[in-house]
Protein backbone atom coordinates (compact mmCIF):
# COMPACT_ATOMS: atom_id res chain seq x y z
CA UNK A 1 0.00 0.00 0.00
CA UNK A 2 0.96 3.64 -1.18
CA UNK A 3 1.63 5.53 1.73
CA UNK A 4 1.41 9.75 0.75
CA UNK A 5 3.09 12.15 2.84
CA UNK A 6 2.63 15.66 2.87
CA UNK A 7 4.60 18.90 4.54
CA UNK A 8 3.80 20.80 6.21
CA UNK A 9 0.69 20.44 7.04
CA UNK A 10 -0.39 23.79 8.01
CA UNK A 11 1.05 26.82 6.45
CA UNK A 12 0.55 30.22 7.20
CA UNK A 13 2.53 32.64 4.94
CA UNK A 14 2.26 36.52 3.81
CA UNK A 15 0.95 37.91 0.95
CA UNK A 16 3.74 37.65 -1.98
CA UNK A 17 5.95 35.08 -0.27
CA UNK A 18 7.22 31.95 -1.83
CA UNK A 19 5.28 28.77 -1.23
CA UNK A 20 6.37 24.75 -1.18
CA UNK A 21 4.44 22.18 -0.28
CA UNK A 22 5.97 19.08 -0.47
CA UNK A 23 4.75 15.32 -1.14
CA UNK A 24 6.14 11.81 -0.32
CA UNK A 25 5.13 8.59 -1.46
CA UNK A 26 6.44 5.14 -0.83
CA UNK A 27 5.64 2.72 -3.89
CA UNK A 28 6.51 3.33 -7.59
CA UNK A 29 3.62 5.13 -9.45
CA UNK A 30 2.45 5.71 -12.53
CA UNK A 31 1.72 9.43 -11.83
CA UNK A 32 0.68 12.14 -9.34
CA UNK A 33 -2.13 14.61 -8.92
CA UNK A 34 -1.82 17.99 -7.12
CA UNK A 35 -5.32 19.23 -6.15
CA UNK A 36 -7.02 22.43 -4.22
CA UNK A 37 -9.79 22.16 -2.15
CA UNK A 38 -11.52 25.00 -1.07
CA UNK A 39 -13.41 25.61 2.52
CA UNK A 40 -16.48 24.59 0.79
CA UNK A 41 -14.96 20.94 -0.44
CA UNK A 42 -14.91 21.73 -4.25
CA UNK A 43 -11.32 20.15 -5.36
CA UNK A 44 -10.14 21.89 -8.52
CA UNK A 45 -7.40 19.68 -10.13
CA UNK A 46 -4.25 21.35 -10.45
CA UNK A 47 -1.80 19.50 -12.24
CA UNK A 48 -1.26 15.82 -13.56
CA UNK A 49 2.41 14.93 -13.71
CA UNK A 50 4.75 11.78 -14.26
CA UNK A 51 8.04 13.49 -14.57
CA UNK A 52 10.02 17.06 -15.14
CA UNK A 53 7.82 19.91 -13.75
CA UNK A 54 5.04 21.72 -15.40
CA UNK A 55 3.77 25.70 -14.59
CA UNK A 56 0.64 27.21 -14.81
CA UNK A 57 0.08 30.91 -13.71
CA UNK A 58 2.33 31.31 -10.45
CA UNK A 59 1.43 27.41 -10.03
CA UNK A 60 4.69 25.10 -10.03
CA UNK A 61 4.46 21.33 -9.77
CA UNK A 62 8.00 19.42 -9.87
CA UNK A 63 8.20 15.50 -9.29
CA UNK A 64 11.54 13.20 -8.82
CA UNK A 65 10.79 9.65 -9.74
CA UNK A 66 13.87 8.19 -8.25
CA UNK A 67 13.69 10.26 -4.93
CA UNK A 68 9.41 9.69 -5.01
CA UNK A 69 9.47 12.65 -4.53
CA UNK A 70 6.95 16.22 -5.23
CA UNK A 71 6.67 19.62 -4.44
CA UNK A 72 4.43 22.23 -5.12
CA UNK A 73 5.45 26.04 -5.64
CA UNK A 74 3.36 29.59 -5.61
CA UNK A 75 4.84 32.27 -6.39
CA UNK A 76 3.53 35.86 -5.56
CA UNK A 77 1.27 33.74 -3.26
CA UNK A 78 -2.36 35.66 -2.32
CA UNK A 79 -4.90 35.52 -0.17
CA UNK A 80 -6.75 33.77 -2.54
CA UNK A 81 -4.54 30.84 -2.69
CA UNK A 82 -5.79 30.07 1.14
CA UNK A 83 -7.06 26.49 0.33
CA UNK A 84 -6.32 22.86 1.37
CA UNK A 85 -3.52 21.43 -0.87
CA UNK A 86 -4.09 17.42 -1.71
CA UNK A 87 -1.42 15.11 -3.45
CA UNK A 88 -2.79 12.16 -4.84
CA UNK A 89 -0.91 9.26 -6.99
CA UNK A 90 -1.75 6.40 -8.99
CA UNK A 91 0.40 3.14 -8.11
CA UNK A 92 2.39 1.85 -11.33
CA UNK A 93 0.35 -1.58 -12.60
CA UNK A 94 -2.12 -1.18 -10.08
CA UNK A 95 -5.33 -0.58 -10.24
CA UNK A 96 -6.88 2.85 -11.09
CA UNK A 97 -7.23 3.96 -7.52
CA UNK A 98 -5.79 7.48 -6.21
CA UNK A 99 -4.22 7.15 -3.00
CA UNK A 100 -4.16 11.00 -1.09
CA UNK A 101 -2.00 12.60 1.20
CA UNK A 102 -3.74 14.24 3.83
CA UNK A 103 -3.32 17.88 2.66
CA UNK A 104 -1.70 21.21 3.40
CA UNK A 105 -3.49 23.64 4.87
CA UNK A 106 -2.28 27.11 3.26
CA UNK A 107 -3.43 30.30 4.90
CA UNK A 108 -2.17 33.63 3.12
CA UNK A 109 -2.24 37.03 5.48
CA UNK A 110 -3.37 39.75 3.42
CA UNK B 1 -11.54 21.01 -20.24
CA UNK B 2 -13.95 18.23 -18.68
CA UNK B 3 -16.88 19.13 -16.42
CA UNK B 4 -18.27 16.91 -13.27
CA UNK B 5 -21.72 18.19 -11.52
CA UNK B 6 -22.87 16.68 -8.38
CA UNK B 7 -26.16 17.53 -6.89
CA UNK B 8 -27.40 18.48 -4.05
CA UNK B 9 -24.13 20.11 -2.83
CA UNK B 10 -25.81 20.07 0.44
CA UNK B 11 -28.66 17.98 1.95
CA UNK B 12 -29.87 17.71 6.10
CA UNK B 13 -32.13 14.25 6.33
CA UNK B 14 -33.56 12.87 9.36
CA UNK B 15 -32.26 9.59 10.42
CA UNK B 16 -33.87 6.55 8.94
CA UNK B 17 -34.41 8.04 5.51
CA UNK B 18 -32.43 7.52 1.85
CA UNK B 19 -30.29 10.81 0.18
CA UNK B 20 -29.30 10.47 -3.51
CA UNK B 21 -26.23 12.23 -4.44
CA UNK B 22 -25.87 12.65 -8.34
CA UNK B 23 -22.18 13.00 -10.15
CA UNK B 24 -22.37 13.89 -14.11
CA UNK B 25 -20.22 13.70 -16.64
CA UNK B 26 -21.39 17.20 -18.78
CA UNK B 27 -19.00 16.91 -21.74
CA UNK B 28 -17.44 13.59 -21.54
CA UNK B 29 -18.31 9.82 -21.53
CA UNK B 30 -17.43 8.54 -18.30
CA UNK B 31 -17.60 4.16 -17.88
CA UNK B 32 -15.90 4.86 -14.69
CA UNK B 33 -16.63 7.23 -11.71
CA UNK B 34 -15.52 7.38 -8.51
CA UNK B 35 -17.01 7.79 -5.14
CA UNK B 36 -15.24 9.53 -2.06
CA UNK B 37 -15.91 10.04 1.39
CA UNK B 38 -14.02 12.68 3.18
CA UNK B 39 -13.92 12.87 7.39
CA UNK B 40 -13.25 16.63 8.99
CA UNK B 41 -9.79 17.01 8.45
CA UNK B 42 -8.98 14.04 7.12
CA UNK B 43 -8.18 13.04 3.40
CA UNK B 44 -10.42 11.66 0.70
CA UNK B 45 -11.31 7.72 1.07
CA UNK B 46 -12.37 5.96 -1.96
CA UNK B 47 -15.19 4.39 -1.32
CA UNK B 48 -16.02 2.32 -4.61
CA UNK B 49 -15.72 2.50 -8.05
CA UNK B 50 -18.89 2.90 -10.18
CA UNK B 51 -18.53 0.90 -13.51
CA UNK B 52 -20.86 2.17 -16.42
CA UNK B 53 -23.14 -1.19 -16.65
CA UNK B 54 -22.49 -2.93 -14.19
CA UNK B 55 -22.13 -3.50 -10.86
CA UNK B 56 -19.77 -1.14 -8.51
CA UNK B 57 -16.34 -2.10 -7.03
CA UNK B 58 -16.53 -1.15 -3.17
CA UNK B 59 -13.16 -0.52 -1.48
CA UNK B 60 -12.74 -2.78 2.01
CA UNK B 61 -15.29 -2.15 4.86
CA UNK B 62 -17.60 0.13 2.92
CA UNK B 63 -21.28 -1.12 3.24
CA UNK B 64 -22.88 -1.65 0.10
CA UNK B 65 -26.04 -2.47 1.16
CA UNK B 66 -25.68 1.27 2.85
CA UNK B 67 -23.87 2.88 0.75
CA UNK B 68 -25.64 1.53 -3.56
CA UNK B 69 -24.31 2.55 -6.40
CA UNK B 70 -25.64 2.79 -10.24
CA UNK B 71 -24.06 3.72 -12.85
CA UNK B 72 -26.41 3.42 -15.43
CA UNK B 73 -25.77 5.68 -18.36
CA UNK B 74 -22.05 7.47 -19.40
CA UNK B 75 -22.69 10.14 -17.74
CA UNK B 76 -24.24 9.57 -14.82
CA UNK B 77 -23.70 7.89 -11.45
CA UNK B 78 -25.83 8.06 -8.54
CA UNK B 79 -25.00 7.42 -4.68
CA UNK B 80 -27.84 6.42 -2.60
CA UNK B 81 -26.95 6.31 1.14
CA UNK B 82 -30.29 4.03 2.71
CA UNK B 83 -31.47 4.25 6.18
CA UNK B 84 -29.06 7.07 6.93
CA UNK B 85 -27.63 7.86 10.25
CA UNK B 86 -25.63 10.60 12.27
CA UNK B 87 -22.44 8.85 11.57
CA UNK B 88 -23.00 9.01 7.95
CA UNK B 89 -22.74 12.81 8.08
CA UNK B 90 -19.86 13.41 5.62
CA UNK B 91 -18.41 15.07 2.17
CA UNK B 92 -19.16 13.12 -0.30
CA UNK B 93 -17.69 13.88 -3.58
CA UNK B 94 -17.17 11.86 -6.86
CA UNK B 95 -14.36 12.11 -9.69
CA UNK B 96 -14.51 10.63 -13.20
CA UNK B 97 -11.47 10.19 -15.54
CA UNK B 98 -8.36 8.19 -15.97
CA UNK B 99 -5.19 8.06 -15.21
CA UNK B 100 -4.26 8.59 -18.68
CA UNK B 101 -6.62 11.92 -18.96
CA UNK B 102 -6.65 12.98 -15.70
CA UNK B 103 -9.67 13.49 -12.89
CA UNK B 104 -12.56 15.52 -12.53
CA UNK B 105 -14.28 16.23 -9.43
CA UNK B 106 -17.14 16.90 -8.86
CA UNK B 107 -17.93 19.89 -6.22
CA UNK B 108 -19.25 17.70 -3.50
CA UNK B 109 -21.85 17.22 -1.00
CA UNK B 110 -22.20 17.76 2.56
CA UNK B 111 -24.90 15.52 4.23
CA UNK B 112 -26.08 16.25 7.40
CA UNK B 113 -28.16 13.18 9.16
CA UNK B 114 -30.15 14.66 12.16
Known amino acids: ?110 | GAVVSQHPSRVICKSGTSVKIECRSLDFQATTMFWYRQFPKKSLMLMATSNEGSKATYEQGVEKDKFLINHASLTLSTLTVTSAHPEDSSFYICSAGSASYGYTFGSGTRLTVV
Open chain 1, 1 to 110: KNEVEQSPQNLTAQEGEFITINCSYSVGISALHWLQQHPGGGIVSLFMLSSGKKKHGRLIATINIQEKHSSLHITASHPRDSAVYICAVWEAFGNEKLTFGTGTRLTIIP
